[in-house]
C-alpha cells in the first residue's frame, strides 16, 4: 500500500516549519526524525510516561499520542525552544542542574515542559501543585524530590526577578 | 510500537465529518483527543483505514451552561470543563472526576466525548454520565438520536454508537435542589492510573437534612459503569446515618458482577465498591448539608 503524504507547516519553537508526512508519523517522530529536534525523548509511545511532552498551543501535550498531521496550523515548544533568547539555560533549566534533578536525563525533557507548563499557569504552585503537574511524568532515577525541589526553586527565583 | 498506515483528513463541520463516516463506514474511526484511540493503533489493537480528525471543528467545542442542564460539545477538552467554574457550580461531579483522569497533559488533549464514546469500564467520566443521567446526541448524515447514558453504554468499550454516526453533543443535568452534594472517589494504584473501583454520588437535602434526592453508581466493577436509582430511592426521605449509608453501599456491591484480572480479584473489586459507596454517599450527604 503506497501511503499519501500530507504537507504540514506548524510554528515550532517561534519558526515555521514545513514538511511531508505520511498520516501515521506521530508529533514526536517528526520533530525528532524529520526536524531533528531530538531533545524531546520517545519512552514508551503509548501515552504512559511523559518523556515525549510538548507544548502544543501553550499546553503541556503528549507528542507520542498525536499525528504530525494534526500539527498542521498550530504552534509546538519542545525543550530546545526554553532556552533564553542568547543560548543559555532557562532559570528552570538551571534550577534542575543545581538541585541534581537529573541523573540518566531521560524524563527530564519531558519533566520541563511539565514544570515550565506549570509555572506559565502558575508562578506560585504548592508543593502539591508541583507534585500534581509532574504526576504524568515518570523518572526511575531521582524519586522525584529533587525534582520538586528544582521546580520550587525556578518558581522563586522567577518571584524575585520579576520584583 | 507505531501505528499501521491510515489515510487522514481533517473534518472542518459537523456534517462533513458525518458525511465521511457515511462514506467510510466501518472503516473509519473518528479522531477526537487520541487519549485512548492513539495508543489503541500503536498497540495495534485497531486498524482502522481512514481517521476522521474532528479537533478543527469549533461547533463541537462549545460549553453552554443553562439553569437545567450543561450541554458541550464532544470535542470538548476535559481541562476547559475541569476549570469552567460555572460547570463547576451546576455540574460539581465532573470537575471531581475530571481530576481522577489521567494527567494534565492528557486532559489537555483528551474530550469529555472521547472518553465516553471509548466506553471503558473503570473510566471515570462514563460513570459520571449514568449517576447524572446524562443524553448523549448521536448524529448521522441524516439523522440525528439522543440516547440517555443507560441505554448508550452496551459493553465493555462498547456502545450503541453505529459505524456512521458521531457523537455530537453531551447533555448533563443540574439538580437545581438548592442543598445539593457530590463527591466522587477511586482507587487506583497510582494518581492517574485506570480506577480498579471508582464510586460517585449526588444528594440533595432538605432543611433538616433529610435526603430528598440521590443518585449514586460504581465502575470498575462490571462491563460498564452502573448507576443504582432504585437502591438511591430508598435514601429520599431519611436523616442519612451511618446504617442507612450502609445498607445501601453494600447491597450495591452485592448486585455488582466484577471480575477478575491482574489488577484485582472479583471479591476485592466488590469489596471496594462497598467502601468507596459508603465514603462518596457519607461525603455528598455532608456537603448537601453544609450547603447554607
Excluded at chain 1, 498551543?57 to 532556552?83: F, I, K
Excluded at chain 2, 465532573?94 to 466525548?113: C, D, E, I, K, Y
Excluded at chain 2, 491482574?262 to 450547603?291: C, F, P, W
Aim: hydrophobic fraction near 40%; glycine fraction near 8%; proline fraction near 5%.
Amino acid at each position: 500500500m503506497t501511503e499519501t503524504l500530507y504537507g504540514i507547516s506548524a510554528e515550532v519553537n517561534g519558526t515555521v516549519r514545513a514538511g511531508q508526512v505520511v498520516a501515521r508519523t506521530s508529533l514526536v517522530d517528526w520533530l525528532r526524525e524529520h526536524l531533528h529536534l531530538t531533545g524531546t525523548h520517545v519512552g514508551c509511545e503509548h501515552g504512559v510516561c511523559g518523556a515525549c511532552s510538548v507544548m502544543f498551543d501553550g499546553e503541556p501535550v503528549r507528542s507520542c499520542l498525536m499525528y504530525a498531521v494534526q500539527a498542521n496550523g498550530h504552534r509546538v515548544t519542545t525543550v530546545e525552544g526554553l532556552q533564553r533568547p542568547d543560548g543559555q539555560l532557562s532559570v528552570l533549566q538551571d534550577s534542575f542542574c543545581e538541585t541534581h534533578a537529573l541523573q540518566c536525563g531521560y524524563c527530564t525533557p519531558g519533566m520541563l515542559i511539565a514544570a515550565q507548563a506549570l509555572l506559565d499557569a502558575n508562578p506560585r504552585p504548592t508543593e502539591h501543585e508541583i507534585r500534581e503537574a509532574i504526576s504524568g511524568n515518570l523518572c526511575r532515577c531521582t524519586g522525584y524530590q529533587q525534582i520538586v525541589e528544582a521546580i520550587a526553586l525556578a518558581a522563586q527565583r522567577m518571584g524575585e526577578d520579576a520584583t | 510500537m507505531k501505528a499501521p498506515p491510515f489515510e487522514y483528513v481533517r473534518a472542518t463541520s459537523v456534517e462533513e465529518a458525518c458525511a465521511l463516516l457515511g462514506q467510510y463506514g466501518d472503516g473509519a474511526k473518528v479522531l477526537a483527543g487520541g487519549q485512548n484511540l492513539v495508543p489503541m493503533m500503536a498497540f495495534r489493537l485497531l486498524h482502522p483505514s481512514w481517521l476522521i480528525d474532528i479537533n478543527e471543528i469549533p461547533a463541537l467545542k462549545f460549553v453552554a451552561v443553562e439553569t437545567d442542564v450543561v450541554r458541550m460539545g464532544a470535542c470538548a477538552r476535559q481541562c476547559d470543563i475541569q476549570r469552567d467554574d460555572a460547570i463547576a457550580a451546576r455540574a460539581p461531579l465532573l470537575r471531581q472526576a475530571l481530576s481522577f483522569v489521567g494527567h494534565a497533559q492528557t486532559r489537555n488533549r483528551g474530550t469529555v466525548g472521547g472518553s465516553l464514546a471509548h466506553a471503558d469500564p473503570s473510566a471515570e467520566l462514563p460513570l459520571v454520565a449514568q449517576v447524572l443521567g446524562a443524553s448523549l446526541v448521536l448524529r448521522a448524515a441524516s439523522s440525528t438520536r439522543t440516547l440517555p447514558a443507560s441505554s448508550f453504554f452496551s459493553g465493555p468499550m462498547m456502545t450503541e454508537l453505529r459505524p456512521d454516526e458521531c457523537l455530537e453533543q453531551i447533555h448533563w443535568p443540574v439538580w437545581r435542589d438548592r442543598k445539593t452534594g457530590s463527591s466522587f472517589n477511586e482507587i487506583s494504584r497510582r494518581h492517574g492510573d485506570f480506577a480498579i473501583v471508582a464510586a460517585a454520588a449526588q444528594i440533595a437535602v432538605d432543611d433538616d437534612d433529610r435526603c430528598t434526592r440521590a443518585a449514586f453508581g460504581v465502575g470498575g466493577a462490571g462491563p460498564m459503569p452502573v448507576a443504582f436509582p432504585d437502591l438511591a430511592q430508598r435514601l429520599v426521605g431519611c436523616r442519612l446515618g451511618e446504617d442507612e449509608l450502609d445498607d445501601v453501599a453494600w447491597d450495591a456491591a452485592a448486585a455488582l458482577e466484577p471480575d477478575s484480572d491482574i489488577h484485582a480479584t472479583a471479591a476485592y473489586r466488590r469489596h471496594l465498591a462497598g467502601v468507596l459507596v459508603t465514603r462518596v454517599l457519607q461525603s455528598a450527604y455532608e456537603a448537601a448539608k453544609a450547603v447554607p
